[in-house]
Every structure is written in C-alpha cells, then in structure tokens.
C-alpha cells in the first residue's frame, strides 16, 4: 500500500509555471507507475501524463504536451510535475495517482491509489 501527499499548487498568471509534488510513503514506491489527472469544476476527471516505475517511460495527453514534465525520484520516493506555458484552462485540482498495471496507464479507473489533490489557478 502506498500513500500519496500533493504540494505546490497555488495561484499563477497565464505563461506562468509552476512544478507540484507529490510525496509517497512507503518503501514500495519504485513498484508503482505513476500518473497525474485533473479535475475542473464540472468536468470529468482527465489524464495528464504517466510516467513508468522506472521512469525511463512517459507519456502526456496532447493539451499538454510540450509544457509540462513528469518525472520521478524513487530513491526520495517523490513524483513531480514540472508546469510550463500555463493557460486558464489548466485550472483544475490535479491529483496524482499509483497503479500496479502498466507502465503506462491513462484510465483513472486502473489507479489504486490517490492523492488528496493540489488546485492550480491560472488568471488570463
């Protein structure tokens, strides 16, 4: 079993970045793929990108691709998402997730596991 804490969301302009984390407990994490989705108001839950227990596999939806960055360190047992070239609509609360199957899994529904969720806010 894993456990999964979100950080460093917050506010940002629009062409603004910012990077979340997302902290797993237990001695188990480099057994995980990982993933991060997003939630905004009234919208389903939707893939971001997924990153393979190794991390020499990813994976990024099209809307953002070329601006953010999925990496892992298991050695400190953390995920990140490094966000570039934000837009107003990539405000969402973003959860990060671990799943057994893989390497790389885009169906919220095939994660085991869940973070509490960090929101992003980017003004126009």
């Known amino acids: 079993q894993v456990q999964l804490v979100e950080s460093g969301g917050g506010l940002v302009q629009a062409g603004g970045s910012l990077r979340l984390s997302c902290a797993a407990s237990?001695?188990?994490?480099?057994?995980?793929?990982m993933g991060w989705f997003r939630q905004a108001p009234g919208k389903e839950r939707e893939f971001v990108a997924a990153?393979?227990?190794?991390?020499?596999?990813?994976y990024y939806a099209d809307s953002v691709k070329g601006r953010f960055t999925i990496s892992r360190d298991n050695a400190k047992n953390t995920v990140w998402l490094q966000m570039n070239s934000l837009k107003p609509e990539d405000t969402a609360v973003y959860y990060c997730?671990?799943?057994?199957?893989?390497?790389?899994?885009?169906?919220?529904?095939?994660?085991?596991?869940w973070g509490q969720g960090a929101q992003v806010t980017v003004s126009s």
């Open positions: 997730a671990a799943t057994t199957r893989g390497p790389i899994v885009k169906k919220f529904y095939e994660y085991d596991y």
């Open positions: 990153i393979s227990w190794s991390g020499n596999r990813s």
């Open positions: 237990g001695r188990t994490f480099s057994s995980y793929h």
